[in-house]
């Protein structure tokens, strides 16, 4: 068993683990998807895998937990059912062809693996009749978001009403909308590429979101220059062009993604990368601003532990030699579900009634605080970052990533700008 499945002390398994779509992923092109409540798992890259196998020890707590890698298989059973399968890397299931792939059938035999056990879910009195017709329903669903997905290519800022009854968690499944399209374009380049290759190297990471009841994300691109040194011309010319025209030139950062739980309207609002290259650097500081701000009122409390901490990256950042992070992305996420907390000594009458005032710092007896009060800050996406210590590399730079470093001291000073304008 691979180094990464033991660490998840599984007891036993006979099959893979179905993997779905990451609900919180708000931007990127690269197929993010879930392995368990605690892991995600992404296509390997050599040069992204290289990077986490050797990261210095300060930059550790900036960037998910590496836990290792596994093989993933694209499945598509008889009615074209697709389905992506994660396998042990040196298991006792290498020949892939042999395995018994029931667990991709809808409602019927599903073997997943949780951080204690084995569970295995039978449903075998379900008719033939009945998952014929699931099926069609299934295809229905899948022909509407694709119709979904050609809409999104147009609405660069998405609003979802989450239903009052229920967990508002749990229904995050249903309303991403990047998520899913990542995950479709992944199937289907699997689905094209099935008759020459049907295994794929996939690395697991830490889920950041984890943690969080409604995980609010925001995607920021990180530098005044996107394209690695081993672009194509027209690659190079390209992300050029895409600096040029967004914030990226000017502040070294723009927005690439962002997800945030709107607690007034019980609504959550999605922005799309392509939202994110045409905002101009007021535009770039008032995104910034909703990012923080729950419908009713902002967020302020969480502007300190994420100035802290993002000084602290910029601190760390500014001592590794030669590390250049082309075309990385800076994760911000904080909790948007809260709870109510009130003091010792209140009337319990007064309980009954906490008005949108009472959120303020100055409101005295009531105040609203989040279920998990630490912000999180963490770097991803290192397909393009290149450091002397590779060794491979034809161009080897010197010094700190002044283009990353710059993009954040903007970051910090805006966030910064915004505390204090809100505070007045």
Known sequence: MSPAFGA?????????VLLEPFVHQVGGHSCVLRFNDKTICKPLIQREHQFYETLPTEMRKFTPQYEGVVSVSFEEDEDGNLCLIAYPL???????????????????????WTNKKTVLLENEKISKEWVRQHRKEEKMKSHKLEEEFEWLKKSEVLYYTVEKKGNVSSQFKHHNPWSM?????????????????????????????????????????????????????????????????????VIGVRVCGMQVYQAGTGQLMFMNKYHGRKLSVQGFKEALYQFFHNGKYLRRELFESVIKKLTELKSVLEKQESYRFYSSSLLIIYDGKERQEVAVDSDPE???????????????????????????????????????????????????????????????????????????
């Open 8 to 16: 998840m002390e599984v007891e036993h398994y006979s099959k893979g």
């Open 181 to 249: 399209k990542c995950h479709q374009q992944q199937l289907q380049r699997m689905k094209e590429n099935a008759k020459h290759r049907n295994q794929y190297k996939f690395i697991l990471l830490e889920n950041l979101t984890s943690r969080y009841e409604v995980p609010c994300v925001l995607d920021l691109k990180m530098g005044t220059r996107q394209h690695g040194d081993d672009a194509s011309e027209e690659k190079k010319a390209n992300q050029i062009r895409k600096c040029q025209q967004s914030t990226s030139a």
């Open 350 to 424: 007064d309980l009954e009634d906490l008005s949108e005032e009472s959120s303020d710092e100055s409101a005295g007896a009531y105040a609203y605080k989040p279920s998990t009060s630490t912000v999180d800050v963490r770097m991803i996406d290192f397909a393009h970052t290149t450091c002397k210590y590779y060794g491979e590399d034809s161009v080897v730079h010197e010094g700190q990533d002044t283009g990353y470093v710059f993009g954040l001291q903007n970051l910090i000073d805006i966030i910064k700008e915004i505390r204090d304008e809100s505070s007045e």
């Open 90 to 112: 040196n298991g006792d299931h290498d020949n892939l062809e042999n395995l018994d792939n029931s667990d991709c059938e809808p409602k019927s035999k599903l073997l997943r």
